[in-house]
Nanobody, 127 residues
């Protein structure tokens, strides 16, 4: 089993920044992909960004068009933490942000490909 804990959410004004963290524990050596998804009130959960890597260390990142150029995903392998740097935040970024992990994902944007989920952290962007 893998446990994921998100942190770093909060209230920020439009144009501001936040950095979310997703700390993994447990059988983390089986994890080769982490994604961030978000869910706004009354809307379905949607893909934001993901990172997947190989045993050799090479990695690939993926971004939804709505966050491209503003969000950056990265990982600290030593601490088994994945970060989501969010810059130039907009009110439409307001949502609960969830991190998810899997041993492998066929489609990084597809939530059903992920095996483990955190509890989420609230991000609120005021106008």
């Amino acid at each position: 089993q893998v446990r994921l804990v998100e942190s770093g959410g909060g209230l920020v004004q439009a144009g501001g920044s936040l950095r979310l963290s997703c700390a993994a524990s447990g059988r983390t050596f089986d994890i080769y992909a982490v994604g961030w998804f978000r869910q706004a009130p009354g809307k379905e959960r949607e893909f934001a960004t993901a990172i997947r890597w190989s045993w050799s260390g090479s990695s690939s990142t993926y971004y939804a068009d709505s966050v491209k150029g503003r969000f950056t995903i990265s990982r600290d392998n030593a601490n088994m933490t994945v970060y989501l740097q969010m810059d130039n935040l907009k009110p439409e970024d307001t949502a609960i942000y969830y991190c998810a992990a899997a041993q492998r994902v066929r489609v990084p944007t597809e939530p059903r490909d992920y095996d483990y989920w955190g509890q989420g952290t609230q991000v609120t962007v005021s106008s």
